[in-house]
């Protein structure tokens, strides 16, 4: 039996365990990411940890998250983030060079190559045939050591693509179809590998559009092959000398298929609030307020030409806004030349900065009450910055037909004929705003900015024998981690946790801090029951480190997304669900609760433990490996790790 294109990148990075679907392996990583939300805090860990230099083969240090500075904080840490990277050996991308994913895919992934970055959509670089994974900040910390990074050892699921998608059908629409059979969740566990004749036509940046939604139904990663698609982009990018042939074996067996005829693929649309409520264009007809094109998504020269060929000529309805942020310098810099920068402004568009911007809800905030359409890759609520705004998600043409007509329109009812753009045959090549590593000798001078704002990372002490303490909170199903850590405004507070940890749950429960600290100061723990899928979307690992801050020991949950998961283990809180899910109602929030005998249940490998409540007790599994337990034992991965590296 041939291996699946998956199984041969993993096989080939394999440190540690046994290639068994569901089993823990450790892999090897070559590459990683950070930006700017999630960065301070992997490199403030990274620091304490005390190594000189960086171990990966290539490692970015982007900055795309909080370009907005209205204050100190996001300037001081930017400094910060550049003269880590001076110190350490780290290349950094610049504010302003544009958005990490995008960058990463022009100017740093390589086929079979593993890259591990601390946001969630780090899998766009499978489009180019590398698995990447996302993952929090203190994993990536790690893998920059030189340490392996542990997940489950994947099933693939072969989305196996036949025909060719119909004019004014995009990458986008079958990233939704895909969402709309997978849904966003049920699909922890697994990584979706592409195949199929359908592919042959798709360009590495329409590849990468749908490896970066696939974040959304949970996967691990997805991948396609790489192939003369993936040859022709990087000679584009002038890096063919990196191309290699790579593709699953004639005989591999996958764990599950699902087959996409594109030629019967029509506009999709992503409707309120759940990236996976998949609804067709057509049945909308919606009016709209505000359209906003960019992302990490669909923000690429093709996407954005599309949008120039179809305004065209015309100008912006009244009453629509209507903003574009291109992914990258390099695709402002190849439309500002070519005229499409000056179409789309003359159209009546707000040219935003290349950044994630509108994607995070720190700028662009539609009013109340109104419809967005978005070509981004969450509709979360209130993750727009207003809560009570409607987010539709689109393709580039979409989100053009709605910014032309003033209502959500399919493309294929407009007068207008369709544009078929070609990827250029060579970019607009300019990497003077990523500031490569100094030579070795020169790093050991440079002094590290630290600003007020930038603090200590906190660590766990490590797990009691009991938990003792009460239910401080009970929230519902699919809560995000914009709900358990709001970004917007508040993301500028990531590298000073005790400030940052005043806003924990703030959009479902603004007290959940005060009586979490109160309980903690009293000696109390602090416990979270939560429903199905809790933890769902964004990496940020301040989702589980500022409630560890607060005193949280324990989730107990129907379901935990995988990153959320693993970022609870690193910070030493116990991540537990129901054995009966019923027992989900049973609980109250303020009600006393004790799990006892932990340390000696994980240390002896238990998979069960008890919580005795009022008069009742219900039985909750514990589905850890036995280095998280380990790991939970020690109060986390930074205490687990300094301690291994100094038996060493």
Same mark, same amino acid.
């Given at each position: 039996?041939?291996?699946?294109?998956?199984?041969?990148?993993?096989?080939?990075?394999?440190?540690?365990?046994?290639?068994?679907?569901? !089993?823990? +392996?450790? /892999?090897?990583?070559?590459?990683?990411?950070?930006?700017? &939300?999630? $960065?301070?805090? #992997? %490199?403030?860990?990274?620091?304490?940890?005390?190594?000189?230099?960086?171990?990966?083969?290539?490692?970015?240090?982007?900055?795309?998250?909080?370009?907005?500075?209205?204050?100190?904080?996001?300037?001081?840490?930017?400094?910060?983030?550049?003269?880590?990277?001076?110190?350490?050996?780290?290349?950094?991308?610049?504010?302003?060079?544009?958005?990490?994913?995008?960058?990463?895919?022009?100017?740093?992934?390589?086929?079979?190559?593993?890259?591990?970055?601390?946001?969630?959509?780090?899998?766009?670089?499978?489009?180019? !045939?590398? +698995?990447? /994974?996302?993952?929090?900040?203190?994993?990536?910390?790690? &893998?920059? $050591?030189?340490? #392996? %990074?542990?997940?489950?050892?994947?099933?693939?699921?072969?989305?196996?693509?036949?025909?060719?998608?119909?004019?004014?059908?995009?990458?986008?629409?079958?990233?939704?179809?895909?969402?709309?059979?997978?849904?966003?969740?049920?699909?922890?566990?697994?990584?979706?590998?592409?195949?199929?004749?359908?592919?042959?036509?798709?360009?590495?940046?329409?590849?990468?559009?749908?490896?970066?939604?696939?974040?959304?139904?949970?996967?691990?990663?997805?991948?396609?092959?790489?192939?003369?698609?993936?040859?022709?982009?990087?000679?584009?990018?002038?890096?063919?000398?990196?191309?290699?042939?790579?593709?699953?074996?004639?005989?591999?067996?996958?764990?599950?298929?699902?087959?996409?005829?594109?030629?019967?693929?029509?506009?999709?649309?992503?409707?309120?609030?759940?990236?996976?409520?998949?609804?067709?264009?057509?049945?909308?007809?919606?009016?709209?307020?505000?359209?906003?094109?960019?992302?990490?998504?669909?923000?690429?020269?093709?996407?954005?030409?599309?949008?120039?060929?179809?305004?065209?000529?015309?100008?912006?309805?009244?009453?629509?806004?209507?903003?574009?942020?291109?992914?990258?310098?390099?695709?402002?810099?190849?439309?500002?030349?070519?005229?499409?920068?000056?179409?789309?402004?003359?159209?009546?568009?707000?040219?935003?900065?290349?950044?994630?911007?509108?994607?995070?809800?720190?700028?662009?905030?539609?009013?109340?009450?109104?419809?967005?359409?978005?070509?981004?890759?969450?509709?979360?609520?209130?993750?727009?910055?207003?809560?009570?705004?409607?987010?539709?998600?689109?393709?580039?043409?979409?989100?053009?037909?709605?910014?032309?007509?003033?209502?959500?329109?399919?493309?294929?009812?407009?007068?207008?004929?369709?544009?078929?753009?070609?990827?250029?045959?060579?970019?607009?090549?300019?990497?003077?705003?990523?500031?490569?590593?100094?030579?070795?000798?020169?790093?050991?001078?440079?002094?590290?900015?630290?600003?007020?704002?930038?603090?200590?990372?906190?660590?766990?002490?490590?797990?009691?024998?009991?938990?003792?303490?009460?239910?401080?909170?009970?929230?519902?199903?699919?809560?995000?981690?914009?709900?358990?850590?709001?970004?917007?405004?508040?993301?500028?507070?990531?590298?000073?946790?005790?400030?940052?940890?005043?806003?924990?749950?703030?959009?479902?429960?603004?007290?959940?801090?005060?009586?979490?600290?109160?309980?903690?100061?009293?000696?109390?723990?602090?416990?979270?029951?939560?429903?199905?899928?809790?933890?769902?979307?964004?990496?940020?690992?301040?989702?589980?480190?500022?409630?560890?801050?607060?005193?949280?020991?324990?989730?107990?949950?129907?379901?935990?997304?995988?990153?959320?998961?693993?970022?609870?283990?690193?910070?030493?809180?116990?991540?537990?669900?129901?054995?009966?899910?019923?027992?989900?109602?049973?609980?109250?929030?303020?009600?006393?609760?004790?799990?006892?005998?932990?340390?000696?249940?994980?240390?002896?490998?238990?998979?069960?433990?008890?919580?005795?409540?009022?008069?009742?007790?219900?039985?909750?599994?514990?589905?850890?490996?036995?280095?998280?337990?380990?790991?939970?034992?020690?109060?986390?991965?930074?205490?687990?790790?300094?301690?291994?590296?100094?038996?060493?």
């Amino acid at each position: 039996m041939g291996y699946t294109l998956t199984e041969k990148i993993l096989r080939a990075h394999l440190v540690d365990g046994t290639y068994e679907p569901g !089993s823990e +392996i450790g /892999i090897r990583i070559d590459q990683t990411l950070t930006q700017d &939300a999630t $960065g301070t805090m #992997a %490199y403030l860990q990274f620091e304490s940890m005390d190594l000189s230099r960086i171990a990966t083969e290539l490692s970015v240090s982007y900055i795309d998250h909080n370009t907005i500075q209205v204050g100190f904080e996001n300037a001081d840490d930017h400094a910060y983030l550049q003269s880590i990277a001076e110190k350490y050996g780290i290349y950094f991308s610049r504010p302003g060079n544009g958005i990490c994913h995008q960058v990463h895919l022009e100017r740093f992934a390589r086929p079979g190559k593993t890259l591990l970055g601390s946001d969630s959509h780090t899998p766009t670089a499978g489009g180019l !045939s590398s +698995i990447a /994974i996302g993952a929090g900040g203190l994993d990536v910390a790690v &893998a920059m $050591g030189g340490g #392996a %990074y542990y997940l489950t050892c994947p099933r693939v699921i072969n989305v196996h693509l036949i025909g060719k998608l119909q004019p004014w059908v995009t990458a986008k629409d079958v990233i939704l179809k895909v969402l709309q059979t997978l849904s966003t969740k049920g699909n922890v566990g697994y990584v979706c590998e592409y195949t199929g004749e359908g592919i042959a036509n798709m360009t590495v940046p329409e590849r990468a559009t749908i490896t970066n939604m696939g974040a959304e139904t949970g996967v691990t990663t997805s991948i396609f092959p790489s192939d003369l698609q993936t040859k022709r982009f990087l000679e584009a990018q002038e890096r063919g000398d990196q191309w290699i042939p790579l593709a699953a074996d004639q005989d591999a067996e996958y764990d599950r298929t699902l087959e996409i005829d594109l030629s019967h693929v029509e506009p999709l649309a992503a409707a309120p609030h759940s990236p996976g409520n998949v609804k067709a264009v057509s049945e909308l007809n919606l009016p709209v307020d505000q359209v906003l094109i960019g992302s990490c998504t669909n923000s690429s020269y093709v996407d954005l030409m599309t949008v120039a060929e179809m305004v065209k000529g015309e100008h912006l309805p009244a009453g629509m806004s209507l903003g574009i942020a291109p992914g990258s310098r390099q695709v402002l810099n190849t439309i500002a030349k070519n005229g499409a920068l000056s179409t789309m402004i003359s159209f009546g568009a707000r040219i935003l900065e290349s950044a994630c911007g509108f994607c995070i809800g720190n700028s662009l905030s539609p009013r109340t009450d109104s419809v967005s359409v978005r070509t981004s890759n969450r509709n979360f609520k209130g993750r727009s910055g207003t809560a009570s705004a409607n987010v539709y998600l689109t393709s580039p043409a979409v989100a053009a037909a709605a910014a032309l007509t003033g209502r959500l329109t399919d493309p294929r009812s407009l007068d207008i004929v369709y544009p078929k753009i070609e990827m250029p045959d060579r970019f607009e090549i300019d990497d003077s705003m990523i500031i490569p590593p100094l030579p070795l000798g020169e790093r050991a001078q440079i002094e590290i900015m630290r600003g007020p704002n930038i603090g200590q990372p906190p660590t766990n002490a490590p797990l009691p024998e009991d938990i003792i303490g009460v239910v401080t909170i009970k929230v519902g199903d699919y809560v995000t981690t914009d709900h358990i850590m709001p970004a917007g405004s508040r993301l500028k507070y990531r590298s000073n946790v005790p400030k940052y940890s005043e806003f924990v749950f703030e959009p479902l429960d603004s007290d959940f801090p005060a009586r979490a600290i109160q309980l903690r100061d009293r000696g109390a723990h602090n416990v979270i029951v939560a429903g199905v899928s809790y933890g769902q979307g964004s990496s940020r690992e301040h989702a589980a480190l500022c409630p560890m801050y607060l005193g949280v020991k324990a989730v107990i949950a129907k379901s935990i997304e995988r990153i959320h998961a693993a970022n609870l283990v690193n910070f030493g809180i116990l991540p537990l669900s129901f054995d009966c899910e019923a027992d989900y109602s049973s609980l109250e929030q303020g009600e006393k609760i004790v799990i006892p005998g932990l340390r000696q249940a994980l240390s002896s490998g238990q998979e069960e433990v008890k919580a005795v409540l009022q008069g009742k007790e219900i039985l909750l599994k514990m589905n850890l490996s036995d280095r998280q337990r380990k790991i939970i034992l020690a109060g986390g991965l930074l205490p687990y790790t300094v301690k291994a590296r100094k038996e060493k």
